[in-house]
């Protein structure tokens, strides 16, 4: 993200607040990774550091370039909200001195949404700490990408080798897979058949109480094979 003033063009992110089971499937398998430090990228309205931060760490900073998303979150933080050691800091990447580094970096569907997506990650890897740990979490495979993916401001879907591409080199790869693979064919009929912009509160409803518990027995059997997003972390090794 560059230093400029940045407006979210997406309205979904109430919609997907009622999406509890999603939240705790891929929260299950990043929490692990979440060390003393934690700088979340793209904040939003709250909700993703309402699921991941326990109020464990140390610090936990927001991150959100947008003013009225900022603005919201700060509402968050004082009325009690969020934990204690959340902060926020309304910018991006480039509002943080050089010299503050953390343990982990998080970016909850949110690289996505970056044109400049390989000067992020080499921006945010310079910010980790020696063993710390970059999480990705982004909606998968460009033949996916559809007119609600252009709606919510994604500027591609990815890939693992799309993905990895953008990865610096001294950061090692832990894990990378694919999550939901029902959803998949959710995501593929609309694509093909349904064409919608903006999913239906139903729509979520039905895709997180019947389609994601089936995932979570699906993904490990198919060995994370298949699946409409894409999870990936890797470590700083030097």
Not at 99 to 112: H, K, W
Not at 180 to 209: C, E, R
């Amino acid at each position: 993200m560059s230093k400029t003033n940045y407006s979210y063009v997406g309205n979904e992110l109430e919609l997907f607040r009622y999406a509890t089971n999603w939240k705790a499937y891929y929260s299950s398998m990043i929490q692990p990774f979440l060390g003393k430090e934690v700088l979340e990228v793209g904040a939003g309205i709250g909700a993703t550091t309402e699921l991941l931060c326990k109020g464990k760490q140390a610090r936990w900073l927001c991150l959100e370039p947008d003013a009225i998303l900022a603005s919201d979150l700060n509402s968050l933080l004082l009325g009690g909200r969020l934990p204690k050691c959340c902060d926020l800091l309304k910018g991006t990447l480039l509002d943080l001195s050089e010299t503050e580094l953390f343990d982990s970096i998080v970016y909850i569907d949110v690289l996505e949404h970056i044109k400049d997506d390989r000067t992020e990650v080499e921006l945010a890897a310079s910010h980790l700490k020696p063993g710390g740990f970059l999480i990705v979490l982004s909606p998968a495979h460009q033949w996916l990408f559809t007119p609600f993916d252009a709606a919510i401001g994604h500027y591609r879907r990815y890939n693992k080798s799309s993905l990895s591409a953008v990865i610096p080199g001294n950061l090692q790869e832990i894990q990378l897979q694919y999550l939901d693979s029902v959803g998949l064919i959710a995501s593929l009929a609309n694509k093909l058949i349904l064409k919608s912009k903006m999913p239906t509160l139903q729509q979520i409803k039905i895709w997180d109480k019947k389609m994601v518990p089936l995932s979570k027995i699906i993904d490990p059997l198919l060995k994370y094979y298949l699946g409409k997003s894409i999870m990936g972390i890797w470590q700083k090794i030097d």
